[in-house]
């Protein structure tokens, strides 16, 4: 079994030879900060937008190494945030409704793009599953479908599914029912990035690779190579951004952990179904996420081990035993049929999560200064979104993007160690604790000890 090495999807696409780094100090009129999914989206709608402008972008590693990368593949359009905190902007629950709807738009913007660009990334729009695999997590199914009605979403939107309905699309072992939505697309994550860093090279980005920025000031990125120069400098590091000066508690790196199996025979594929390549997650605390892959296998993520003392990342994206031990049962239970094809690869990464759960796109105008991320693993649709929202700002266009409450979003910054790692900790203990309560009891009702973890976290729901 292969572990980290950045990830499965690297390894299948094949890590690309490195472009060259920032050869000294330039000038540009807007310079990207970071070459995963938001800046590269970002310079994709600005260059679309003013081919003649002078776009550089400055990446520590190569474009995709983040999470852009390692990610679940899940193109969703989920809601990077809570409803209730975006209402409170000036836009109110209308701003919701439409940054909502912007999302469930991006999803097939995605594919769009992919379409037109000519990027392979084997995306097929077959929607979302949240199955339920105890009474309690059933119930929290209910009460979302409830909340979601109370929003305005009607079925076309998402829809309960009984356990027979269920049967027809997959073969869960333990589901007792599930919520569909149609607006969710997989995809192969890196074969996304990559296809998208030569895109925007080909339309005269200038990528340079293997360059870390050290600092982030107005009109200035520096580097040990030099500085760029450029009225507009656009941070898109997400879950690595607490290693920039001055941002150590503006997003907490969250980490999230995947294995792959071998590829399954046919027999396994007929037991279980799933040919509509839904993306699949459960209603666990803890949860679990999935995707059937176009090679024929299932990639399986979950939290591991959320965080590290100090904000620490780990870059090579290495996976402990107990983790893929973890990951490994779960993949048993849910999927008996896929024991066979035994586990090929394991590997995590970062994502970035804001204190109050909130992703945000903003520019201050004052200093030229932009940033976008905080998707709290939400992140693939959002980043194309919110690139091109960064790309209407740069440019000064109103637009309908400008005004979606996400815009100009603040959250509060992180508590200081150890309060930081205490409380996601202790979080996730609440929360496994919580899950194992729930399935051993088949009892309908959630565990306290959830709803703490829930109060401790401000995890919207
Ligand atoms: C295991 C995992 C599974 C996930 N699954 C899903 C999913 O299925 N669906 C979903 O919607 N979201 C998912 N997410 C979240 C999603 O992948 C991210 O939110 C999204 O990719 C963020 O894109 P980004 O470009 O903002 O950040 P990243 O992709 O992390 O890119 C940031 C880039 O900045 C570079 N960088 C960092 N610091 C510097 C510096 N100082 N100088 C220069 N460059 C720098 C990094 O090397 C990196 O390439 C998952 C995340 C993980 C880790």
């Keep these: 079994m292969r572990n980290g090495e950045v990830s499965y999807w690297w390894q299948a696409h094949g890590i690309p030879p490195r472009r060259p780094s920032l050869p000294g100090s330039a000038e540009a009129d807007v310079c990207i900060v970071g070459a995963g999914y938001t800046g590269l989206w970002t310079a994709y709608y600005l260059k679309r937008a003013d081919p003649g402008l002078r776009v550089v972008m400055l990446e520590a590693a190569f474009a995709g190494y983040g999470a ?25 629950r209308n701003g919701v409704r439409e940054l909502e709807r912007q999302l469930r738009g991006t999803v097939d913007e995605v594919g769009r793009v992919c379409a037109a660009e000519g990027i392979d990334a084997g995306l097929v729009k077959g929607g979302t599953l ?89 009109g200035r990125a520096r580097t040990a190579a ?73 990639a399986l993520g979950g939290r591991g081990v959320p ?30 049929a896929a024991v066979g094809a035994g586990i090929e690869h394991a590997w995590c990464g970062v994502l970035g999560v804001p204190r109050d759960w909130c992703a945000t796109v903003s520019l201050d105008p004052g200093t030229g200064l932009g940033w976008a991320g905080g998707y709290t693993g939400q992140g693939v649709a959002a980043a194309n979104l919110a690139g091109r929202t960064l790309a209407d700002l740069v440019r000064g266009v109103a637009s309908p993007l400008t005004g979606l409450p996400w815009v100009g979003h603040r959250s509060p910054r992180w508590e200081p160690e150890p309060a930081r790692w205490a409380g996601v900790r202790g979080l996730y203990v609440l929360y496994r604790t919580a899950d194992r309560l729930e399935s051993a009891r088949r009892s309908p009702r959630t565990s306290v000890l959830a709803r703490a973890g829930d109060l401790i976290s401000g995890l919207p729901h």
């Design 307 to 336: 965080y590290r003392f100090g904000s620490g990342i780990d870059h090579d994206g290495a996976v402990g035993t107990s983790t893929i031990a973890q990951l490994g049962r779960i993949l048993r239970r849910m999927f008996p």
């Design 68 to 92: 852009s990368g390692r990610n679940g593949g899940w193109v969703t359009a989920g809601l990077p945030g809570s409803r209730a905190r975006y209402a409170a902007s000036p836009q109110g």
């Design 226 to 298: 030099g500085d760029v120069r450029a009225p507009y400098i656009l941070r898109c590091t997400e879950g690595f951004t607490a290693d920039l000066p001055g941002q150590h508690r503006t997003l907490l790196p969250m980490n999230s952990s995947m294995i792959i199996t071998g590829p399954l025979g046919d027999e396994a594929w007929k037991s279980i179904g799933w040919d509509g390549f839904e993306t699949l997650g459960d209603e666990a605390h803890a949860y679990m996420y999935a995707q059937r892959t176009a090679d024929g296998r299932i």
């Design 130 to 218: 949240t199955v339920a695999t105890s009474p309690a997590q059933d119930t929290r199914l209910r009460h979302q479908l409830e909340q979601e009605r109370s929003w305005g979403d009607d079925s076309e939107v998402v829809r309960y599914l009984t356990k027979e309905e269920l049967a027809e699309r997959m073969r869960v072992a333990g589901a007792v029912g599930a919520l569909y939505s149609p607006h969710c697309a997989r995809i192969q994550p890196a074969d996304l990035v990559a296809g998208l860093a030569d895109v925007v090279t080909r339309a005269g980005v200038l990528l340079y690779e293997a360059t870390p920025v050290t600092s982030i000031s107005a």
